[in-house]
């Protein structure tokens, strides 16, 4: 027998994670191990409940769902994100993607398809519900993907001459986490090498106002 897969809901609206986790457990191999109400919670207990797939609302208290995605795969890459929204806007879909999250679902899905997109991306690949694979395709054709609110912190340091090292050390975070992300950061701006970032820094005004001097 296959092992259950573990998954946690992290939303702030208790008749919706209730919903979502009564549909789940009618299921024989997926266990409900968490129900939370915001992102800084699951960040918190990330370690304690190991989660394969995280179905994550995007608008909650203290820490929102883009922030909670991009932390919970800075600690454990390998963790599964299914945004959970009421929004069909091209932004809202093509920034939870550029963060991390491997599906997008409207909250207002048939029952099974949330099974579905929980076994895609467990398989390793996107999901989006019909409704934002509609709204997304005229969005995601020939546009740049915009750097994260992580990704240009990351930027500022690297540009401010910090080596990964250095950058893993005032953020808390291990070197090959900063170095995936200068390697995203590096493709999204088309850049190939660390002068052509910290140029870019300086010539969008990232730099500015930071006390940094070159």
């Known amino acids: 027998?296959?092992?259950?897969?573990?998954?946690v809901i992290v939303d702030d609206h208790p008749m919706v994670a209730e919903g979502i986790q009564s549909i789940l457990e009618s299921y024989d191999d997926i266990t409900v191990i968490g129900?939370?109400?915001n992102?800084?919670?699951?960040?918190?207990?990330?370690?304690?409940?190991n989660p394969d797939v995280i179905l994550m609302d995007l608008n909650m208290p203290d820490?929102?769902?883009?922030?909670?995605?991009?932390?919970?795969?800075?600690?454990?890459?390998?963790?599964?994100?299914?945004?959970?929204?009421?929004?069909?806007?091209?932004?809202y879909i093509a920034s939870a993607l550029s963060h991390g999250a491997m599906g997008y679902l409207l909250k207002d899905v048939p029952t099974e398809e949330i099974r579905k997109a929980i076994d895609v991306v467990m398989g390793g690949e996107r999901y989006l519900c019909t409704g934002a694979q509609g709204s997304i395709a005229?969005?995601?054709?020939?546009?740049?993907?915009?750097?994260?609110?992580?990704?240009?912190?990351?930027?500022?340091?690297l540009a401010s001459g910090r080596s990964n090292k250095e950058v893993a050390g005032v953020l808390d975070i291990s070197v090959r986490t900063v170095e995936t992300h200068r390697k995203n950061i590096k493709r999204k701006l088309g850049i190939s090498s660390t002068a052509?970032?910290?140029?870019?820094?300086?010539?969008?005004?990232?730099?500015?106002?930071?006390?940094?001097?070159?």
């Open 1 to 7: 027998m296959s092992q259950s897969i573990r998954v």
């Open 35 to 37: 129900t939370l109400s």
């Open 39 to 49: 992102g800084r919670a699951v960040i918190d207990q990330l370690e304690e409940l």
């Open 63 to 91: 820490i929102g769902g883009l922030t909670a995605t991009e932390m919970v795969l800075e600690r454990r890459p390998g963790t599964r994100i299914v945004i959970l929204s009421m929004h069909d806007n091209p932004e």
């Open 138 to 157: 005229p969005k995601m054709n020939g546009a740049r993907e915009a750097l994260t609110e992580r990704e240009q912190t990351i930027l500022l340091q």
């Open 196 to 214: 052509g970032l910290t140029r870019y820094a300086l010539e969008h005004g990232v730099l500015q106002g930071t006390g940094v001097r070159l």
